[in-house]
């Protein structure tokens, strides 16, 4: 699917692509002193330097962009695999009020 350029300022957006079966990710923004709206065309491989060099990221984004793009990711229906993030917070927080109860109305269980 391609994607339309509208805004000069940096956007990650992913998209899933039903037909294809796969997550896209499109990234623009604007360069240079004259702030032309521009878009990554592609990622490529490059030989590895030896084992042990310091290599730069393959690409750095604002902590913002980092935000749209997961929120992106959400919409294709990914989840992150170690479940820690909102459901793991309360589930958390249900076992401490467990506790509280316990604790308040004198109920004692096995743990």
């Known amino acids: 699917m391609a994607a339309v350029i509208q805004d000069p300022d940096p956007r990650v957006r992913a998209w899933y692509s039903p037909y294809a079966d796969r997550v896209e990710v ?6 240079g002193h004259d702030r032309r709206l ?3 065309a592609t990622l490529g491989w490059t030989e590895a330097p030896e ?6 990221p393959t690409f750095a984004m604002r902590r913002e962009d980092a935000q749209v793009l997961m ?10 695999v ?3 993030g909102s459901a793991g917070a309360m589930d958390a927080v249900k076992y401490h009020l467990e506790d509280m109860r316990r604790l ?4 004692k269980e096995d743990v």
């Open 26 to 31: 499109f990234v623009q923004g604007s360069t």
């Open 104 to 107: 308040v109305f004198g109920k």
């Open 82 to 84: 170690q479940g820690a």
């Open 38 to 40: 521009s878009h990554v």
């Open 71 to 80: 929120d992106g990711l959400w919409d294709c229906g990914l989840r992150p």
């Open 51 to 56: 084992p042990g060099t310091r290599v730069e």
